[in-house]
T-cell receptor, first 112, second 115 residues
Framework: SQKIEQNSEALNIQEGKTATLTCNYTNYSPAYLQWYRQDPGRGPVFLLLIRENEKEKRKERLKVTFDTTLKQSLFHITASQPADSATYLCALGMDSNYQLIWGAGTKLIIKP | NAGVMQNPRHLVRRRGQEARLRCSPMKGHSHVYWYRQLPEEGLKFMVYLQKENIIDESGMPKERFSAEFPKEGPSILRIQQVVRGDSAAYFC?????????????FGEGSRLTVL
């Protein structure tokens, strides 16, 4: 069956450390993958998009990798800050249709 | 430049009533998507619309649910004869091009509670 999985438990990280979040999928062949941030009671906010032919993408303190062999994307936040605390969602996109397939998200807590 | 505007932010309905959720996309965006989110779950695609056209409604239940995006005015997601299972957050997103092209811009959502 098709699945997209993110860490179901909250991730607690000390301020200043690197936070790494995982997005694994099975039985999909995505053309691209997106990461979004969602705060409680708010809508998702786009962070990064990485295409299947790209290994890595960076934006300020954020880095995303995409391994189509392992069927996995890793999302890194370096020099983490309490303001980075939120739920992070990954979403797979297919060239064949318009729908994004979403993971349930990982709650990240950065402790001062 | 205003973002995606959704209203109402919160809506309470009794079983059997109708719920109408409205979404105004970002200026210049002609593509609108509706998603549903339950607590601790991922977003579930419902429908994709362009002005006056439904492009993909495969994620929307055939009964009781309908969506439109008229030439003038906001996109509307309509749920008739609501049931308790319809309680969820409904998010609207827009993009300047089709979903294949890149990021979606989301509204803050409409939270429907069915009593």
């Amino acid at each position: 069956s098709q699945k997209i999985e993110q860490n179901s438990e909250a991730l607690n990280i000390q301020e200043g450390k690197t936070a790494t979040l995982t997005c694994n999928y099975t039985n999909y062949s995505p053309a691209y993958l997106q990461w979004y941030r969602q705060d409680p009671g708010r809508g998702p906010v786009f962070l990064l998009l990485i295409r299947e032919n790209e290994k890595e993408k960076r934006k300020e303190r954020l880095k995303v990798t995409f391994d189509t062999t392992l069927k996995q994307s890793l999302f890194h936040i370096t020099a983490s800050q309490p303001a980075d605390s939120a739920t992070y969602l990954c979403a797979l996109g297919m060239d064949s249709n318009y729908q994004l397939i979403w993971g349930a998200g990982t709650k990240l807590i950065i402790k001062p | 430049n205003a973002g995606v505007m959704q209203n109402p932010r919160h809506l309470v309905r009794r079983r059997g009533q109708e719920a109408r959720l409205r979404c105004s996309p970002m200026k210049g965006h002609s593509h609108v998507y509706w998603y549903r989110q339950l607590p601790e779950e991922g977003l579930k695609f419902m429908v994709y619309l362009q002005k006056e056209n439904i492009i993909d409604e495969s994620g929307m239940p055939k009964e009781r649910f309908s969506a439109e995006f008229p030439k003038e005015g906001p996109s509307i997601l309509r749920i008739q004869q609501v049931v308790r299972g319809d309680s969820a957050a409904y998010f609207c997103a827009s993009s300047p091009q089709g979903a294949l092209a890149g990021e979606l811009f989301f509204g803050e959502g409409s939270r429907l509670t069915v009593l």
